[in-house]
């Protein structure tokens, strides 16, 4: 993947392609664990997101009282997701109901049979994929930060790589920093950074490394004010991105390296 940066800095040629869909927003957020739905549409706003991504047992189209969907503005793309999902075959399932129910052809899929730990399960994601690609579906998997998996997923025909951050809900940040870095680096795919993130800085930290977005919910839901918190993700990931865009200077090891020259002063 190359990681050169352009000289200049233009938010309208900085788009984020993913299934021909162009996005000015490299953060997208969720929608569990708000203390009411009603807040939605300010986190929304309040963090210029664009992409959102809801379980399918929430949705229920017919519904007109306790519907999250209620919430969710027409102009904002809808990232279904296979929460529940534990083998290939049911996150295929959940995928194709999506899609029967109206939810778009977005699917982001999420295989885990770990109980303890929520890890997702890297082999039966891929062969979920595959289907699911096959069938027309913008498949965005959640994975662990695995490079193997990653370039299966490539094969496989995902849209873009979801490799977690932590464990999910965990909010502990970057603890697989090294792992991502190297996906980064190595998967011709948008990567978008999904878990674990805690903090708006480590959002920033994640977008300066080069990663194409990230995917946030437990740290703005359950934030003492979480519209507030989604305007600093929303800010967070942008000023990162421009960093990285902007590219940073070089680390020295070792000795200082004074700003202003030592030589040439008044006598």
């Keep these: 993947m190359n990681l050169s940066a352009p000289d200049t800095f233009s938010p309208e040629k900085d788009s984020l392609i993913i299934g021909g869909e162009s996005l000015s927003s490299r953060l997208f957020v ?75 052809n977005w699917i982001k899929i999420e295989v885990i049979s770990d109980n303890r730990y929520l890890l997702p399960d890297g082999y039966e994601t891929v062969k979920a994929t595959q289907i699911l690609a096959k069938e027309g579906f913008v498949v965005l998997p959640y994975v662990n930060a695995d490079l193997m998996i990653a370039r299966s997923l490539v094969s496989a025909g995902a849209a873009a790589v979801m490799p977690l951050g932590a464990p999910i809900g965990s909010n502990r940040g970057l603890q697989t920093k090294e792992m991502l870095r190297i996906l980064i680096e190595e998967i011709p795919l948008p990567i978008i950074v999904d878990a674990g993130i805690g903090k708006p800085s480590q959002a920033c930290e994640a977008m300066e490394m080069g990663a194409a977005a990230c995917l946030v919910n437990t740290a703005i839901a359950g934030a003492g004010n979480p519209v507030a918190m ?38």
Excluded: W
């Design 230 to 267: 989604a305007k600093a993700f929303g800010q967070a990931v942008a000023a990162g991105r421009k960093a990285f865009l902007a590219g940073e200077a070089a680390v020295s090891p070792g000795r200082a390296y004074a700003s202003s020259p030592l030589t040439g002063f008044l006598s």
């Design 30 to 104: 969720g929608t569990g664990k708000y203390p009411s739905d009603t807040l939605i549409p300010g986190v929304l706003a309040a963090s210029g997101s664009e992409v959102i991504t809801v379980a399918l047992r929430r949705v229920d189209m017919d519904a007109t009282t306790d519907n999250v969907m209620q919430h969710i503005p027409s102009n904002i793309r809808l990232l279904p997701n296979t929460s529940g999902a534990r083998t290939a075959e049911e996150a295929v399932r959940i995928a194709r109901l999506a899609k029967a129910m109206g939810c778009g």
